[in-house]
């Protein structure tokens, strides 16, 4: 199975809004609503963001907005803040109770 | 809250096998499926498998089929990943994250603190 793809990195200037895409095939992303993002400041185990495509854990910011569309999700971060500053993955179901992530995005607040 | 409370680091000769435990303080995990992913220095996530706790059924990436065996106790409350036939590129730091629900195909709302792992020849 291979890594969804998703851009190295991303830029945006406090208060703009980003998207981060991942792209995937019909055999996960696209075949399963159950897609997830994960934070990740350095040296620290990742948060869960946003999981079942579009769906906020209790605690995290309405800043953070998932969606899907065929083969790619995309995670929106509005607002950006400087605490926004970090790695973000994606992850996907991919049948036969297997999961597999994206490559990373590194988010940078200018 | 439960928290997922991981065994510490580890150094291990190429070749050799690791084992890294999680156990769930202040409750057990039944109810949820247990996942393993690493990250090696520098690098993305990688699934490495996962146990759902209610039928204890595991599944395992297709790269590591036959290296990794994930179990948890009888009480659910703690989980290990073995890796055996460890080479240097299996140096990561190695988290258990618990899904949202007993199935395998749902996002980790909560994770271990990370066990580094460094295989040296």
């Known amino acids: 199975q291979s890594a969804l793809t998703q851009p190295a990195s991303v830029s945006g200037s406090p208060g703009q809004s980003i998207t981060i895409s991942c792209t995937g095939t019909?055999?996960?992303?696209?075949?399963?609503?159950?897609v997830s993002w994960y934070q990740q400041h350095p040296g620290k185990a990742p948060k869960l963001m946003i999981y079942d495509v579009s769906n906020r854990p209790s605690g995290v910011s309405d800043r953070f907005s998932g969606s899907k569309s065929g083969n790619t999700a995309s995670l929106t971060i509005s607002g950006l803040q400087a605490e926004d500053e970090a790695d973000y993955y994606c992850?996907?179901?991919?049948?036969?109770?297997?999961?597999?992530f994206g490559t990373g995005t590194k988010v940078t607040v200018l | 809250q439960v928290q997922l409370v991981q065994s510490g680091a580890e150094v291990k000769k190429s070749g050799s096998s690791v084992k890294v435990s999680c156990k769930a303080s202040g409750g057990t995990f039944s109810s949820f499926a247990i996942n393993w992913v690493r990250q090696a220095p520098g690098q993305g996530l990688e699934w490495m498998g996962g146990?759902?706790?209610?039928?204890?059924?595991?599944t395992y990436a297709q790269r590591l089929q036959g290296r990794v065996t994930i179990t948890a106790d009888e009480f659910m409350t703690t989980s290990e990943m073995e890796l055996n036939s460890l080479r240097s590129e299996d140096t990561a730091v190695y988290y258990c994250?618990?899904?949202?629900?007993?199935?395998?195909?749902?996002?980790?709302?909560?994770w271990g603190q990370g066990t580094l792992v460094t295989v040296s020849s």
């Open positions: 146990i759902m706790g209610m039928f204890r059924t595991t």
């Open positions: 994250a618990r899904g949202l629900g007993y199935h395998l195909n749902q996002g980790f709302d909560n």
């Open positions: 992850s996907s179901y991919t049948g036969s109770s297997t999961q597999v």
């Open positions: 019909s055999s996960d992303v696209g075949g399963y609503n159950y």
